[in-house]
């Protein structure tokens, strides 16, 4: 059971608080800092070595961040700011990579070097098998379409494809399957059942999965991934989209989830779909138990608190997130409901993190932080001199469009964040600042750490930031994480 002193008794005087408010107390430990495990969970089903999820935002998660975060052992929420083909193709993209490329794009015999250029370059690789009609008959690499392309030798994928296949049946172990790509002396094996392609097995994706063994990954080794749906019956044909190419967990993503139109659409996708859904946003007990008992299996806290919302000033409507956090987490455990909450909104570093975990959070959902990184889409800026990236409220004038006017105030805004760099070396830098946190107080892992931290108010906290520095130097990176 979760219990903080300084949030019951602020609370008993009707005073809400949040991450700047409390620090969590240093304690007896006999942990080095690197040593605690700070895993946590997404959904009842989905745990996380690395409990960060990136922001269902347009500026935060497309598939480039929903693959970088769960090569981390986080994951992402493809945001839903596009049409429901767009986003399903997203989703598989994500779903086939992992240990093996699973149902990978083929090409035809008879379609031209150029067109099959074309299409390499769209979607950011360069093998394909080939086929004439769905049989495999050869292999296209990088090499011998780059040099087809350059010489002008060869017309048609028949022309230059290899036709030496080097194949192996599913489920070969992945070390069997090195031994081959040894032998052969090749990069690429092709997986076939019978006289059916349904896999491609890459040198690259046995080192990744060496270099990120934490990786969110499900039993068959395909990297994990959540996407942003709305309300039902609106957005049935999007969860079917999604629900079809494979995506692990659907987001009911509204800004006020305690509403009957969230809890009814999370009542019709647990009886009509085979899917972990997680919904929000609530600020309270009532709120997490209402979405809890319609079936959800995660529950997202915030309303206000992300650094692009201007929900409480428009709507004069919100709640500080850490009190938030804590009276959902609490309400839940009150009704024995064993469902995992998630901290949306207003992380600013690794202390943030470890201060939600505290409170009752499971994981932490992050916009601003990642935004910034190399793996957000958008594109970089430069101004005055130094590298920024787009980031912007999905309730802002510009995210809205057409939506926005009548009827529809903004809530959000747009800017730009300082550029921090590649989102691996964000991730391992808020990893290393939790980790040291939770020896801070001897916690090994979340349930330590639930136990044994005990939050105070610190109203002094700006105390430790005080060093008058003279910069002689630009700093190499904008982000203080
Ligand atoms: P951070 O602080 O990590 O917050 O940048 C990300 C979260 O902010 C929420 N969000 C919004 N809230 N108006 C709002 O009031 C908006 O336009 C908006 N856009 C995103 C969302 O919960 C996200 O995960």
């Known amino acids: 059971m979760v219990r903080q ?22 304690g007896y430990s006999e942990l080095a800092p690197t040593e605690p495990d700070v895993s946590g969970r997404f959904s009842r089903s989905i745990r ?12 935060v998660t497309e598939e480039r961040m929903a693959k970088e975060m769960a090569l981390f052992g986080a994951i992402g929420v493809l945001h839903r700011n596009l049409t429901a083909e767009r986003q399903a193709e997203m989703v598989r993209s994500v779903r086939r990579s992992g240990n093996i490329v699973f149902d990978p794009v083929v090409v035809e015999e008879d379609m031209a070097v150029d067109e099959i250029y074309e299409k390499a370059t769209r979607l950011g690789f360069q093998t394909f098998p080939v086929v004439r009609k769905g049989r495999l008959v050869g292999l296209i690499t990088g090499r011998g379409l780059r040099l087809a392309k350059l010489s002008g030798r060869g017309r048609t994928a028949g022309d230059i494809m290899e036709k030496d296949l080097v194949t192996v049946p599913p489920g070969t172990p992945m070390e069997e399957a090195l031994d081959r790509m040894h032998s052969h002396r090749v990069k690429k094996l092709l997986v076939v059942e019978g006289e059916k392609l349904v896999g491609l097995i890459t040198l690259k994706d046995y080192e990744k ?101 201007t929900t409480r000033q428009v709507t004069g409507a919100g709640m500080p997130q850490l009190s938030a956090v804590y009276l959902a987490r609490k309400g839940l455990e009150k009704e024995g409901l064993e469902v995992p909450v998630i901290a949306d909104g207003g992380i600013k570093g690794s202390g943030d993190i470890v201060k939600a975990m505290v409170a009752g959070a499971d994981s932490v959902m992050v916009g601003s932080l990642l935004a910034a990184t190399d793996a957000a889409p958008g594109e970089e800026v430069i101004y005055g001199g130094r590298k920024y990236k787009s980031y912007r409220g999905m309730a802002s004038p510009s995210a809205l469009g057409s939506r926005a006017g009548y009827g529809r105030a903004p809530e959000g805004v747009e800017g730009l964040v300082p550029y921090a760099g590649r989102v691996h070396e964000v991730l391992a830098l808020l990893k290393g600042g939790m980790k040291s946190g939770f020896a801070h107080v001897g916690a090994g892992n979340l349930k330590e750490l639930r136990e044994k931290a005990v939050l105070i108010r610190a109203s002094s906290i700006k105390e430790g930031q005080s060093l008058p520095v003279v910069m002689d130097r630009k700093p190499s990176k904008g982000y203080n994480v």
């Not at 996380?48 to 500026?59: E, G, N, W």
């Not at 979405?291 to 309303?303: F, M, N, P, S, Y």
């Open 48 to 59: 996380l070595k690395m409990p960060v999820v990136s922001a269902a935002m347009d500026t």
């Open 209 to 309: 999965r060496l270099r990120f063994p934490d990786a969110t990954r499900d039993e068959e080794g395909r990297l994990k991934v959540a996407a942003a749906v709305g309300i039902l019956p609106n957005d049935r044909k999007r969860v079917e989209l999604l629900c079809r190419a494979g995506v692990n967990a659907l987001v009911v993503d509204s800004s006020h989830g305690h509403s009957s139109a969230v809890i009814k659409t999370v009542k019709v996708l647990k009886r009509e779909f085979d899917i972990e859904v997680v919904a929000g946003n609530v600020t309270d007990g009532d709120g997490a138990v209402a979405l809890a008992e319609a079936g959800a299996d995660g529950i997202k806290v915030g309303i206000g608190p992300g650094s692009a919302c």
């Open 5 to 26: 002193e300084v949030l019951e008794r602020s609370m008993a005087e009707g005073e809400y608080i949040s991450f700047d408010d409390v620090l969590v107390k240093p």
